[in-house]
């Protein structure tokens, strides 16, 4: 996985590549002049045309070679570009599989927590069993308890007429009877209310095993909704954005900036600035804006191409492609030279219809915290 620093220096480095192009396209502008200048001279003096011919054969030859070495060094920063984009692929794929797994996991605890519950639901009915053939039991003892008060009080009727000795001895035994059963009934009491202790020992233990499960199935529940959101952002920074804007009273623009509405992406508010510059040319950035108060430190790599459409086709006129890093101290980047002023108002080129142009900015940017969700 790409860390930060390496992110950094890579956008640095075609930075500085693209300056390096920039000095060259500057050098073919000032040969460009030079052959017009030695051109001009031609015209004015014949006598000099032979040996002015050489020299501008010359520089046209040095010219070509520019041009042959801007266009390698072109073709070198596209492939190295295009091995980055696949590098971000593979993160993403790597990203996704993890995910994967996490799900899988997912769903082998809720596996587990099913059959745990299955089982409580099984001892918990064994339980109630016993503690309902305890209370049979029990109404039993004195349904039993009843029917020999009841003997009891009819014997007690017979018997009334007997000798005083022999009542004696009735009741002595109706008594002993009676206590029996008792004792008999209070162990039976006693054994119940142990084995009722014992489950709601039992259910207690197994409701704060529940209690524990389900804090473990929040805690998941959690990482899912992390990862979800994980992957709406890197679904988002795969497919990339687009700015579209329209610009209006473009022959009114002077030294100020003017935005374009802005849009929310990887944790960015992005926009568009025009600006006309001193010397006649119209300035075309890319502005980003943290959306989180906190980040005050970071950096955001960014491939995006710079369009301009007609208004009639929507054709691209003129685009321009940046491949730049934006960061907290600089948070806009683009071309301070997109076109100049002159040939955006010709009517001829077709950029301008009713004082407005139509511009767009296609990017895909990939902050510092991409690599760290």
Excluded at 126 to 147: G, P, Y
Excluded at 216 to 225: D, N, R, S, Y
Excluded at 290 to 295: C, P, Q, S, T
């Amino acid at each position: 996985m790409l860390s930060n620093e390496l992110v950094e220096a890579l956008g640095k480095s075609i930075s500085a590549q693209a300056a390096i192009i920039d000095d060259l396209k500057a050098e073919l502008k000032e040969k460009k002049k030079q052959i017009e200048t030695n051109e001009v001279q031609i015209e004015q003096s014949k006598i000099e045309r032979d040996l002015n011919k050489n020299e501008i054969d010359r520089y046209k030859s040095e010219l070509e070679s520019v041009i042959a070495n801007a266009n390698l060094k072109a073709e070198s920063d596209k492939k190295e570009i295009e091995g980055y984009k696949r590098e971000l692929e593979t993160v993403t794929a790597k990203l996704m599989h993890e995910n994967y797994g996490l799900s899988t996991e997912l769903e082998r605890s809720r596996a587990a927590i099913d059959e745990y519950k299955t089982e409580r639901v099984k001892s918990a009915a064994a339980f109630k069993d016993v503690i309902t053939l305890k209370n049979a039991k029990i109404r039993q003892l004195e349904v039993e308890l009843m029917k020999v008060q009841a003997e009891s009080d009819l014997y007690q009727e017979r018997v009334k007429s007997m000798v005083e000795a022999e009542s004696q001895s009735a009741n002595s035994f109706r008594r002993f009877k009676i206590r029996q059963l008792e004792v008999e009934l209070e162990k039976v009491r006693a054994e119940s209310a142990v084995y009722q202790n014992e489950l709601n020992s039992k259910i207690a233990a197994e409701s704060n095993a529940v209690g524990a499960v389900q804090e473990k199935i929040g805690e998941i529940k959690e990482i899912l909704v992390k990862n979800e959101e994980r992957n709406s952002y890197l679904r988002e920074l795969s497919t990339g954005m687009t700015i579209r804007a329209r610009f209006t009273e473009i022959s009114k623009f002077n030294g100020s900036r003017v935005y374009s509405q802005t849009v929310d992406y990887g944790g960015f508010e992005w926009s568009i600035i025009l600006r006309r510059k001193k010397g006649g040319f119209l300035e075309f950035f890319l502005d980003a804006d943290a959306i989180e108060e906190d980040h005050s430190q970071w950096s955001c790599p960014v491939f995006a191409d710079f369009q301009i459409f007609s208004h009639d086709s929507e054709q691209v006129l003129h685009s321009y492609r940046l491949t730049a890093v934006f960061t907290a101290e600089k948070d806009y980047c683009g071309d301070d030279k997109f076109l100049t002023f002159k040939d955006l108002l010709n009517p001829d080129k077709g950029y301008v219809k009713n004082d407005s142009i139509i511009v767009a900015v296609v990017f895909r940017a990939f902050p510092s915290n991409y690599f760290t969700l």
